[in-house]
C-alpha cells in the first residue's frame, strides 16, 4: 500500500512537473493520440521469458496485458513482413548450419519459406539456461500477419508498436506497411497502433502514408542522430564496457536535443523514445536521453516520452520520476508489477496454458 502511495506521488510529481508551456498534460496527450499513459510496451515480446519475437513471446505478452506488442519490421525476398530485429539472422537462428554460405546475408536475400525452416527459440535455451523451456526448440520466424493474429486472439487486446527497421534496406515498407494494415483493418480507428523509427526519412515517409497514426521517433546519440558532445569511439575510448561507454555520451548540448525534437514534432510524431542508461548496465544499456530536463523540454513541444529498453524495477522507479510516459520492456510483467497492474496469472502459468 505505502509503495502503491509512493509510486503515486512520484508519477504524480513527475506529471504535474512537466504540465506543459504547451499547455496539455502528457496524460492529456496521450488520450487525445489513444495511447494508454502510462504505456506498456513489451519489446520483442515478454521476451525475457521467452525466446524474442516468437510466438510465445507475444502470447505471454498479450496474456499478461501489456498494452503493445513491440516488433521490428524487415521484408523477405518475396515481399513478406516480418517481425526480426537484427540485420541477420545469425544470433537468434540455426541460419548458419541451415544455410551456412548465405548466413551473413540480411533478411532480404531470403524467401520466407526459407525464413521459416529456421530455429528462432534454441538459441534462448543456451543463451538463457535458467529460463530454458523444451518447447522453445523449433519455434518460427513469425510474419507481422502472425503477431497481428496474436493481439486480436486472447481476452486483452494489446496494440502493436512497429519499428520500421533498417529502412534503407527495404525502399518502400512504408508503403508496405500500410497495406498489410489496412487490409487487416488496423487502420480503422479500433485498433491501437504506433509506428516508430530511427530515421528521419522513415518518418517522413511514414507521416505521408498514415498521416492519422500516431508514430514515435526514436533518439539515439551518433550517427543518423543526436550528434554528440565527444566523437570519441568506443574503440578509442579506452573503455572496456560499452554500457558504461555509453552512459557518458550526451548531445553535443541543449539545442542539439532540442533540434531533435523539432524534427520530430515537424515530421508528425506524437513522440519520442529515448534511450536509457539502465543501473546495472548489460547489452541494452545505452545513453540517458531521459534526464528530466530532457522530458520537460520534450513535453512543453507538446510530445510523449517512451523510453526504451527498462527491465529493473530500480529503473523503473528513475525513469518515472523524471518523467517518462511509457516504457518499452523486456519483462511485461515486472513492469505490470511497478504500474499496480499485475496479472493474476504468473508467467508459467500463461506459458502453460498457451502449451509452452
Ligand atoms: O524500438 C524501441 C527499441 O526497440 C529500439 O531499440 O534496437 O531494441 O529496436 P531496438
Ligand atoms: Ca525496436
Known amino acids: 500500500m505505502l509503495a502503491h502511495l509512493y509510486k503515486t506521488l512520484c508519477l504524480t510529481a513527475a506529471l504535474g512537473a512537466a504540465a506543459s508551456a504547451h499547455g496539455q498534460t502528457p496524460e492529456q496527450l496521450a488520450h487525445a493520440a489513444n495511447i494508454p499513459h502510462p504505456a506498456v510496451i513489451a519489446h520483442r515480446g515478454a521476451s525475457y521469458d521467452a ?20 516488433l521490428d519490421v524487415q521484408r523477405t525476398r518475396d515481399g513478406q513482413l516480418i517481425a526480426l530485429h537484427d540485420d541477420t539472422l545469425l544470433r537468434t537462428t540455426d541460419i548458419a548450419s541451415k544455410f551456412p554460405e548465405r548466413k551473413d546475408k540480411p533478411v532480404s536475400d531470403f524467401t520466407l519459406a526459407e525464413l521459416k525452416t529456421l530455429d528462432a527459440g534454441s538459441w534462448f535455451n543456451a543463451a538463457h539456461p535458467q529460463r530454458a523451456c523444451d518447447s522453445y526448440k523449433g ?56 509506428l516508430q523509427t530511427f530515421e528521419k526519412g522513415s518518418l517522413e515517409l511514414l507521416a505521408k502514408e498514415m498521416p492519422q497514426v500516431p508514430k514515435v521517433l526514436l533518439l539515439w546519440v551518433g550517427e543518423g542522430s543526436i550528434e554528440p558532445k565527444s566523437t570519441v569511439a568506443f574503440a578509442a575510448s579506452g573503455m572496456k564496457d560499452k554500457a558504461a561507454y555509453y552512459a557518458q555520451q550526451q548531445p553535443r548540448d541543449r539545442a542539439e536535443f532540442e533540434r531533435w525534437l523539432d524534427i520530430a514534432k515537424a515530421n508528425g510524431a506524437v513522440g519520442t523514445g529515448p534511450s536509457a542508461a539502465l543501473t546495472e548496465g548489460g547489452e541494452q544499456s545505452y545513453m540517458d536521453l531521459v534526464q528530466p530536463w530532457m522530458n520537460k523540454l520534450t513535453h512543453d513541444k507538446g510530445l ?28 511485461t510483467s515486472e513492469l505490470l508489477k511497478f504500474y499496480d497492474r499485475a496479472s493474476t496469472e504468473s508467467v508459467s502459468q500463461i506459458l502453460q496454458r498457451n502449451g509452452y
Open 304 to 331: 510523449l516520452v517512451h523510453v526504451y529498453t527498462v527491465d529493473e524495477a530500480v529503473d523503473f522507479k528513475k525513469v518515472s520520476e523524471a518523467g517518462v510516459d511509457g516504457i518499452f520492456t523486456n519483462r
Open 139 to 194: 519455434l518460427k520466424i513469425l510474419t507481422l500477419d502472425e503477431v497481428l493474429d496474436v493481439a486480436q486472439g486472447g481476452a486483452h487486446k494489446p496494440g502493436v508498436y512497429i519499428e520500421t527497421k533498417v529502412p534503407q534496406q527495404f525502399p518502400g515498407i512504408e508503403h508496405d506497411l500500410k497495406a498489410k494494415l489496412a487490409q487487416r483493418g488496423w487502420l480503422d480507428g479500433q485498433h491501437r497502433v504506433v
Open 51 to 70: 525466446p524474442e519475437s516468437t510466438l510465445p513471446a507475444y502470447l505471454l505478452a498479450r496474456d499478461l496485458g501489456a498494452d503493445y506488442l513491440e
